[in-house]
């Protein structure tokens, strides 16, 4: 049950897109399409933006896209905005009803 | 409107116990997978346990199991977290989740959120 492993920052200014990577194993991301990400602001509670893979949630803006490629999902952030500046996490379903969450990113709007 | 709401933490001594409750409205609560996931000061996010939609089946992370026990009643909308033994490593910020879906993959992702309870274990 080791956390999956993100870059601790990414920045970028307004208007440009960045990526946050999300890598675990073939025993959880690999395996499963059930990596889901979310959006937490100072002092709040998580905000899910994207669930199997790839999903969105409605109302979730279309600037906010998943992927995977083997046991690496990412969270691509286009047209980044100032209230996107946040700490995002990712998980994984890891099997027999248990989840592991990435270490977290926080996300800096220069 | 799902609400969630979470109650019960406070400040312990170690090696004690302490019960923590979720109340759930907006939703059918019986029908849904809940989820306990903790947030240590200044950390991630870590899963703690899970609970069946009939509390059957609970599963919990290593470093809990044994002292922890998840429950709940579904005629009252509530969800428990029994924690034994408290541990300094135990003080964290205590989230209740609402399962996305009632069956299949959709049982698998956290959607709705409380706003937690604080749980502190001082020495």
């Known amino acids: 049950q080791s956390a999956l492993t993100q870059p601790a920052s990414v920045s970028g200014p307004p208007g440009q897109s960045i990526t946050i990577s999300c890598t675990g194993t073939?025993?959880?991301?690999?395996?499963?399409?059930?990596v889901s990400w979310y959006q937490q602001h100072p002092a709040g509670a998580p905000k899910l933006i994207i669930f199997?893979?790839?999903r969105r949630p409605s109302g979730i803006s279309s600037r906010f896209s998943g992927s995977k490629f083997g046991n690496t999902a990412s969270l691509t952030i286009s047209g980044l905005q100032p209230e996107d500046e946040a700490d995002y996490y990712c998980?994984?379903?890891?099997?027999?009803?248990?989840?592991?969450f990435g270490s977290g990113t926080k996300v800096t709007v220069l | 409107e799902v609400k969630l709401v979470e109650s019960g933490g406070t400040l312990v001594h170690s090696g004690r116990s302490l019960r923590v409750s979720c109340v759930a409205s907006?939703?059918?609560?019986?029908?849904?997978?809940m989820f306990w996931v903790r947030q240590r000061p200044g950390e991630g996010l870590e899963w703690v346990s899970s609970?069946?939609?009939?509390?059957?089946?609970?599963v919990y992370v290593d470093s809990v199991k044994g002292r922890f026990t998840a429950s709940r009643d579904n005629a009252r909308n509530t969800l428990y977290l029994q924690m034994n033994n408290l541990r300094l490593d135990d003080t964290a910020l205590y989230y209740c989740?609402?399962?996305?879906?009632?069956?299949?993959?959709?049982?698998?992702?956290?959607?709705?959120w409380g706003l937690g309870t604080l749980l502190t274990v001082s020495s």
């Open positions: 989740v609402k399962a996305r879906g009632s069956g299949g993959a959709s049982q698998h992702t956290f959607d709705d």
């Open positions: 907006g939703f059918t609560f019986k029908d849904y997978t």
């Open positions: 609970v069946s939609w009939n509390g059957d089946n609970t």
């Open positions: 073939s025993r959880d991301v690999g395996i499963y399409n059930l």
């Open positions: 199997e893979d790839n």
């Open positions: 998980c994984s379903y890891a099997g027999s009803s248990t989840y592991v």
